[in-house]
């Protein structure tokens, strides 16, 4: 019998998987339920290490199919939720925003009101074996909308999203919000800065660059390229997540950020002298393929994390820089384009 029975949800994706391969370890006698739809930006590929593991089962399914959401508590008795599923890609959301507006708001409105259905009796009373279940909301600091040249979001910044994407999220999370305080159900809400890392999808900033490195492509560069993000490794945000769900308060919402802001411009010529070292070209550097782009529509300035109350409350700090951190990317996405042939 497993101690707990975690419902993960778009645990095929980047940041599910990632989580998966650290925690399915570190709790062997936990029972890991994987609900994945299998959209573009999952794929079965991530989760290699994991299959073989007795603590993880893999279903195929969407969130916002409400009976099968219902039939996985049921037969499992799923005690927790961890949400990462989610329509993440801004430029798709100003193109198909009904998409994101399904997947993010309906979706997590779904998980939150079958959770209510299988953990409480009544608002704020617990049914007998699931007084200490929990529900950890993966979100974005996107919601908080853009900065200015100085000054970082907390989690005290007012919402203003920028984006369908942005928005869609932004209302996921107060959905999130107000079943805690309308019914008492045990959230917990993590608004991490941009993420990188292995198994990104590669629609996404830096696997771009590095795609269209090796390819001989340009590589796409919007507008001048000054637009600021905080990146956080992907296997720190994992730890950060394992604990704010173990030891974060329920109702509470914590930012996770890595203290590495750099321009897009900075990270595509740092990642082509990085490719130049690690996978030379026959002739010239790397940066005379970047290109500069028409802007995204509402592309928002900066984003920036302070991370303070992850640090002091519960002893999350990031392991890595950005510097080391990227060369390990760049390696994995070499060694997996070059040499699997993928991607």
Known sequence: MFKKRILITGGAGFIGANFLEHYTRQHPDWLFVNLDKLTYAGTLDNLQNVFPLENH????????????????????????????AAESHVDNSIE????????????????????????????????????????????TD??????????????????????????SKASSDLLVRSYFHTYGLPVLTTNCSNNYGSKQHPEKLIPTIIRKALSGENIPIYGDGQNIRDWLYVE?????????????????????????????????????????????????????????????????????????????????????????????????????IIENKTL
């Open 96 to 139: 198909k925003p009904d998409t994101f507006i399904q997947t993010n708001i309906f979706g997590t409105f779904t998980l939150l009101d079958v959770a209510k259905k299988h953990w409480l009796e009544n608002p704020h009373v617990f049914k007998n074996g699931f007084k200490n279940s929990r529900f950890h909301h993966i979100s």
């Open 236 to 336: 720190d945000h994992c730890k950060g997540i394992a604990l704010v769900f173990e030891k974060g308060k329920p109702g509470e919402t914590f930012n996770i950020g890595g203290r590495n802001e750099r321009t897009n411009l900075h990270i595509a010529q740092h990642i082509c002298a990085l490719l130049d070292r690690v996978k030379p070209k026959n002739t010239g550097s790397y940066q005379d393929q970047i290109a500069f782009v028409k802007d995204r529509a509402g592309h928002d300035l900066r984003y920036a994390i302070d991370a303070s109350k992850i640090e002091t409350e519960l002893g999350w700090k990031a392991a890595e820089n950005f510097e080391s951190g990227i060369e390990k990317t760049v390696r994995w996405y070499v060694q997996t």
């Open 57 to 84: 089962l893999f279903v195929e399914g969407d969130i916002c199919d409400r009976n099968l959401v219902e039939k996985l508590f049921d037969q499992h008795q799923i005690n927790g939720v961890i949400h990462f």
């Open 142 to 167: 996107e919601v908080y909308g853009s900065l200015g040249p100085k000054g970082l979001f907390t989690e005290n910044t007012t919402y203003a999203p920028n984006s369908p994407y942005s928005a």
